[in-house]
């Protein structure tokens, strides 16, 4: 960077300036900051475009000098051309044999001539590298006779040439005698910002030697007014005639240099690739500057074809390109619950019926990779499950489980009911939806729901999880399984119950359970998820309240105290944070408890519930055992006696010192949680409960300290609200004690 007399250069001040306007335009979101960063490099004409079309639009050709070699040194290893004239510093090997032998590399002196031991002096200035052999083997000739003569050429001489003018960086350059005006160029980065691409200028002896427009090379790989440059000469890059912008739909978006004031529209679009096949050569807009008048800006709109590409452009001129409309004049589309979204041509009369012929066009993809995927899934499963080496009979009933689940889910089912055409006024650009049965299309193809269809039209049909239908309109499958006659899915009909599904199973076995029967269903699962997670959440936020409560007491302990509190309050901390991340990974089963009477025997007594898509009955056999854990002497699953109660298990497993009786809570095998304070108790107490077969008796930890967490642990209340809402079992519990 120049300074003069310590103070900055003033083109720098005004980059400095550009700099800080720049960044205040950058913070309004413009353009990109790699945009602006190149914007402090860019010309007056460059910032003006950037600042009109947001874009900062490159110079055409520059791109082409911006992977500048690192050297320019002379060259040994290059093919030397046969016009090339011998010069001093040119190195030569001479290599001879017959009646005398000759090896000898000589360079060419300031005189131009070599010396050769017993031959003497050659003249070589000016020789062309194809006669070099010839004049050295005359030379050998005229004293010894017989002697075969090989010349190559090694290192070449290097020339000084002079970059000046609008260069990027002018200066002196050293390069080899073979370079040409291009390569020169590249040495010097090129011309900058203001420079001419169109007029460089090869100056020898006072005089111009060779003038080069570097757009027929970079556009058209016109190399034909390159030329070989020779020691000491000027390389001079003038200022640029006045520059164009091309912007908008054309395939080389630039800045462009007027060569000469007749350049025509057509010329540079030449120069700049043509069009696009979405340029949209009807519409063409060209903002022209008038420095002299009173509103310099002008905007007209012209086509490109016949006088419009012939229209002269002048310096400043930004001529912007638009795109076609992407709009179909003769289309029509089907999308949706259908084989393949299509725009289709219209045709005058079309219908509906003539978009969807049959009703296999709307079998959707998704359906038919479903279809496609069965086999897939089955071997998939059967691999992964021999992989972890399952048992028999655990892959068996698993490999069932997961079969009978995809029951009834081959295809995606259709909304016959209602498919909607949307069509657009283009008079006043309104949109029309148009409903339309879509069943009636085919069961009666001349009636008023084969809509006739309008160009522009698009056809939607819905699924009926798109739109969701009555449920006396769905299909509906579910699932029986366990203690009846024919376990399996069955299709059913709106208003059936679980009374009809039992009795499509053919009615339950002698070993059925009532009590324990379970009820499944999808949708339930779904609200339980969240509402499980809600629980976690409001657990978490009371789990940091009671930290931060600690922490502020910390401030009033001795340090002792404070040290083994604090101790005590981060094992309490990790300990709460690992079981919230269990909680979290609880799965609820959207069960659905029936609330039964004990005594219960009839399966007719069962709820009248309407049966949904995918519920799920299971039907158990009367378990055996009763199940104890929690604060008890030994987990275990004593056998279940006829009129038990809670307590007697109680004494059966054994309470430990800690255990929080009062709070014990049994979880019913029909999805149901009691505790003491969930009804009343004959004395208060929860002791005296009849326990079913198949039941959990639950005895929480009785924990002094009084921590958001061993409170939520500690009262029933919370869990058998939670267990009991979100449809959680005993391993759910067994999972976070463990």
């Not at 007209?300 to 992407?326: H, M, W, Y």
């Amino acid at each position: 960077m120049r300074e003069r007399n310590g103070e900055r250069d003033p083109q720098q001040r005004r980059l400095d300036r550009d700099s800080r306007f720049d960044g205040s335009r950058m913070q309004n979101g413009d353009l990109s900051n790699r945009q602006w960063n190149a914007k402090k490099e860019a010309s007056e004409f460059q910032k003006f475009v950037a600042d009109n079309t947001g874009k900062l639009l490159p110079i055409f050709g520059t791109s082409f000098f911006a992977n500048t070699p690192s050297t320019f040194a002379p060259v040994s290893n290059a093919p030397v051309p046969s016009d090339y004239a011998l010069g001093p510093g040119d190195e030569l090997t001479i290599r001879g044999w017959g009646t005398i032998d000759i090896d000898y590399r000589a360079t060419v002196d300031r005189n131009g001539t070599i010396s050769i031991p017993t031959i003497g002096t050659v003249a070589l200035a000016g020789v062309k590298a194809s006669e070099a052999q010839n004049v050295i083997r005359a030379a050998v000739g005229r004293l010894y006779k017989g002697v075969t003569v090989n010349v190559s050429f090694g290192k070449l001489r290097a020339i000084t040439v002079y970059v000046v003018g609008q260069a990027k960086r002018p200066g002196t350059y050293t390069v080899s005698s073979l370079s040409t005006l291009v390569t020169a160029l590249f040495a010097s980065g090129g011309p900058n910002a203001n420079g001419s691409m169109r007029h460089v200028q090869v100056k020898r002896g006072g005089r111009v030697a060779a003038e080069l427009d570097l757009y027929a090379f970079v556009a058209k790989g016109d190399k034909s007014g390159d030329v070989k440059l020779q020691d000491g000469d000027t390389i001079f890059i003038p200022p640029a005639g006045g520059f164009v912008a091309l912007t908008g739909k054309v395939n080389s978006p630039a800045i462009f240099e007027l060569k000469t004031g007749s350049d025509t529209v057509e010329s540079l679009l030449d120069v700049a690739g043509g069009l696009p096949v979405v340029a949209d050569p009807r519409r063409a807009f060209l903002e022209r500057i008038a420095p002299t008048a009173n509103h310099p800006r002008s905007v007209e709109q012209f086509a490109l074809e016949g006088q419009g590409l012939k229209r002269t452009l002048k310096n400043g001129d930004v001529l912007n390109v638009t795109s076609i409309t992407p709009d179909f004049s003769n289309a029509v589309i089907l999308r949706g619950n259908v084989d393949q979204p299509v725009r289709a041509p219209f045709k005058n009369g079309m219908r509906v019926s003539d978009l969807i012929p049959n009703r296999e066009y709307l079998i959707s993809r998704a359906s038919t990779q479903h279809q496609n995927s069965v086999l897939a899934d089955d071997e998939n499963e059967k691999s992964t499950l021999d992989r972890k080496e399952k048992k028999t009979e655990q892959y068996t009933k698993q490999k069932s489980e997961s079969i009978a689940s995809r029951i009834g889910n081959l295809i995606e089912q259709v909304n016959w009911d209602y498919a909607v055409i949307e069509r657009v006024n283009r008079n006043d650009l309104t949109v029309k939806l148009i409903p339309f049965n879509l069943g009636n299309v085919f069961t009666n193809p001349n009636g008023p729901d084969n809509v006739q269809l309008q160009p522009g039209d698009t056809v939607t049909i819905f699924s009926q999880d798109d739109v969701a239908v009555p449920m006396d309109k769905r299909q509906i499958f579910a699932r029986v399984e366990g203690e009846v006659k024919v376990p399996g899915v069955y299709q059913l009909s709106a208003g059936d119950t679980l009374q009809t599904l039992i009795a499509k199973a053919g009615g339950p076995t002698a070993n059925a359970y009532l009590f324990g029967t379970g009820f499944y269903r999808e949708e339930v699962r779904k609200e339980q998820e969240v509402n499980l997670q809600r629980a976690a959440d409001r657990l978490e936020t009371q789990i940091r309240s009671e930290q931060s409560a600690q922490m502020a007491n910390l401030a009033a302990m001795s340090p002792t105290e404070a040290a083994a509190s604090t101790a005590q309050f981060e094992a309490q901390r990790r300990l709460a944070e690992e079981r919230i991340a269990r909680f979290r990974k609880l799965q609820p089963t959207g069960r659905i408890a029936f609330g039964l009477d004990l005594n219960e025997r009839s399966f007719a007594r069962l709820p009248q519930v309407s049966l949904q898509n995918g519920d799920r009955l299971v039907v158990p056999s009367k378990p055996a055992f009763v199940h104890v854990f929690g604060s008890v002497n030994v987990e275990a699953s004593p056998l279940w006696r006829p009129n038990s109660r809670v307590k007697d298990y109680l004494k059966l497993a054994g309470t430990t010192t800690d255990a929080d009786v009062d709070n014990t809570f049994v979880m019913r095998v029909d999805g149901t949680v009691v505790s003491s304070d969930s009804q009343g108790w004959f004395f208060g107490k929860i002791g005296g409960l009849e326990v079913m077969p198949g039941d959990t008796i639950v005895v929480p930890e009785k924990l002094d300290k009084a921590t958001a967490w061993s409170k939520f642990m500690q009262g029933a209340r919370e869990w058998t609200q939670i267990l009991a809402n979100l449809g959680l079992g005993a391993a759910a519990v067994k999972t976070l004690r463990d």
